[in-house]
């Protein structure tokens, strides 16, 4: 009987499968209970995902024990197609980071995948390869998949366009710059060095528009020469200049291999310093005690169906992903983003109230004073001895509200406060997205 239904179930699998595309995309396996257990990225769905649970095949020699006993789990599976595998790759990064599904031994930890910075905002703009931005106004590529063909191309790029990668203020109204000898990458005429005043200031940012468009271009104009010397060097037998090109070729080209700052967030890579922003914070709110734990909400929904809550937690001002939670939305119908939030803030603290949990220092909604109100009186209503601070933060004109006060605050751009709420309002919102994607490709795969 036991064999009987372990032949359905996995028929039936074979048989979603089926319906998969061939198309690049992730895929989920899912137990029972609709827990994910592990998430895998594919450039064909159909034909990755059916690898699992071919009849006859050995998974245990050719996978391990560990991928045998996670099928032995797997009641259904799901998937999520994308635009590219480079989306795939990175989509599933951050997947997994989000829902730390337990047979994913990789990519749990909190490594971000790599950008290529221009710094714009300075007299001579460098260009470096960084896992964490510096500076908001930076020009920024990527995230880049892979993190040497980064490296390597930017050694290639470099020769093309003659820019810095060295980490020296050089300020264009300082008269001991042409006494400064510049390094040896002047000399093999890989920088223009403008830190030996050799070159203007409106030539090298010259270099650099040139550089910028070369990266947002296609590139094609470089990929043609480089082509052409390969084939020029084949005919002469010069095969060692021929793999030189080669090599080239296929490093440019690797610069497709990146997502968009936008599409493809990394909140993580943003981060500035940490307990700057908390000292600052405890300050803003005239709070007696240091403040340690912040908890963020925000609501996500798709024309008022699957509506779904997210709270993610920092301690210290950093992520603590074992403290993020979902809630998909049980008793509102429709779009009513206040109702869904006094849900899931009185869900959120129903343990805290009864003395199993320990309140959070600050509480923040992502929304403006319609969103603070809700929270307010969820914990109104819950009938709550005393409150966290409450705190909400509206997009665009990225005002501050906070209870008890009668006025909106409006912090600097560069206000570490400002910043950090910024960035667990945006953690929350991706969490909160990134669940409801999941949620919807189940309910279309239901719909089949």
């Known amino acids: 009987m036991a064999k009987s239904h372990k032949t359905d179930r996995l028929d039936a699998i074979r048989e979603v499968i089926k319906t998969f595309p061939a198309a690049p995309g992730l895929y989920f396996m899912k137990d029972a209970d609709d827990k994910v257990l592990y998430i895998g990225k594919a450039a064909n769905l159909r034909s990755r995902a059916a690898s699992y649970f071919q009849p006859g095949a050995n998974l245990h020699e050719s996978r391990g024990p560990w991928i045998v006993e996670m099928v032995a789990k797997t009641a259904a599976v799901d998937f999520l197609q994308t635009e590219s595998e480079v989306d795939a790759i990175l989509q599933e990064a951050r997947l997994i980071k989000d829902i730390h599904p337990p047979y994913n031994t990789d990519l749990k930890d909190a490594k971000t995948f790599p950008y290529l910075e221009i710094t714009t905002r300075q007299p001579f703009p460098g260009v470096y390869l960084t896992r964490n931005p510096q500076d908001a ?102 095969f060692e200049t021929a793999a030189e090109c080669r090599d080239r070729i296929r490093l440019i080209e690797s610069l497709d291999k990146r997502g968009t700052v936008e599409g493809n967030q990394q909140p993580e890579a943003f981060v500035s310093d940490p307990a700057e922003a908390m000292a600052k914070l405890q300050a803003l709110l005239k709070s007696d005690q240091p403040v340690r734990i912040i908890e963020g909400f925000d609501i996500a929904h798709l024309a008022g169906e699957e509506t779904v809550g997210s709270m993610v937690q920092f301690i210290d001002g950093k992520p603590f992903k074992d403290g993020y939670r979902r809630f998909k939305i049980k008793t509102v119908s429709g779009v009513d983003d206040y109702a869904c939030l006094k849900e899931i803030v009185t869900r959120r603290y129903k343990r805290a109230m009864a003395g199993e949990e320990l309140w959070p220092d600050v509480v923040l909604i992502d929304g403006g004073l319609g969103q603070l109100h809700a929270a307010e009186e969820a914990f109104a209503e819950m009938g709550a001895p005393s409150l966290p601070h409450l705190m909400s933060i509206a997009k665009k004109e990225e005002l501050l509200y906070i209870h008890g006060r009668g006025k909106e605050l409006r912090l600097p751009a560069n206000n570490p406060v400002r910043k950090l709420m910024q960035y667990i309002r945006d953690e929350a919102h991706r969490f909160a997205q990134h669940y409801h994607h999941i949620l919807r490709k189940k309910t279309m795969l239901n719909g089949q």
């Open 137 to 238: 106004r930076s020009k920024l590529f990527g995230p880049f998949t892979s993190v040497g063909d980064l490296r390597a191309v930017i050694v290639i790029l470099q020769k093309i366009y003659k820019f810095r990668t060295c980490t020296l203020d050089i300020r264009p109204d300082d008269p001991k710059r042409r006494f400064f000898r510049p390094c040896i990458l002047y000399n093999i005429r890989q920088c223009t060095a403008p830190c030996g005043d050799r070159v203007s200031k409106d030539d090298y940012r010259r270099q650099i528009r040139d550089f910028v468009t070369f990266m947002q271009s296609k590139r094609s104009t470089v990929l043609r020469q480089l082509n052409k010397q390969m084939a020029e060097a084949a005919a002469k037998m010069d």
